[in-house]
């Protein structure tokens, strides 16, 4: 598949081309073909539901973006690799956000607001759109994802996780790793790219259980 990508001009950017696309930073390889549903959060202009949709062919893939900015770049990348993206943010229950914008547009962080014209939808429904049970989550949403690991019952009905965590939002690598461990999850790999951020991979262990009992 050859298409053109469209994407910011910046730093960042050019880095997660080449942590996705080149070196597969988020273990898509190290998956099984059977891989059937794919959800991104965090999406930014979408390279890693590309990436996801060039690894799985028949997938379904949905995307979520709260930061309007990257709406021209994922809509051009979504239409290209045939995925859907929700212009919206996920946390643990619906509401709203807002955006703080970064010079480097991988950088933008969302925050809860009473009301605002970004709406956040809970990690319950974005399950539930997709079908009821996810294949693989990736998470990358800047400090978002503690919010939506709180979230018990949803993560039953995922099989795996790849995500960048972020320990400026005030936890610690130990304290994700020991909520990973309480929800019945096994890490399969896990490293720093940073001082305080990197890429943790882990699968649901009593997934076949867990969702053959959830209907």
């Not at 730093?11 to 988020?26: E, P, S």
């Not at 995307?63 to 021209?72: A, I, L």
């Not at 800047?142 to 939506?148: F, L, R, S, T, Y």
């Amino acid at each position: 598949m050859v298409t053109e990508l469209h994407l910011p001009a910046d730093a960042g950017t050019r880095g997660t081309f080449i942590d996705i696309l080149l070196d597969d930073v988020y273990g898509l390889h190290r998956l099984p073909r059977s891989v059937s549903t794919v959800m991104d959060i965090g999406c930014h202009a979408g390279l890693f539901a590309a990436h996801a949709r060039l690894t799985w062919p028949d997938a379904v893939i949905h995307g979520y973006e709260p930061n309007p900015q990257m709406g021209p770049y994922w809509k051009r990348q979504a239409d290209s690799f045939g995925y859907t993206v929700y212009p919206e943010a996920v946390g643990m229950v619906p509401g709203f956000v807002s955006i703080h914008e970064s010079s480097d547009s991988v950088h933008a962080r969302s925050e809860t607001v009473a009301s605002s014209n970004i709406p956040q939808v809970s990690f319950g429904e974005a399950v539930h759109r997709i079908g009821g049970r996810v294949d693989l989550v990736k998470l990358d949403c800047e400090g978002a994802e503690w919010d939506i690991l709180r979230d018990d019952a949803s993560w039953k009905r995922v099989r795996f996780l790849t995500m960048e965590f972020h320990l400026w939002a005030g936890y610690t690598l130990e304290a994700l790793k020991e909520r990973l461990h309480a929800m019945n999850w096994k890490i399969n790999g896990c490293f720093y790219q940073g001082s305080d951020f990197g890429i943790l991979r882990a699968e649901n262990i009593g997934f076949n259980l867990d969702a053959s009992t959830l209907g």
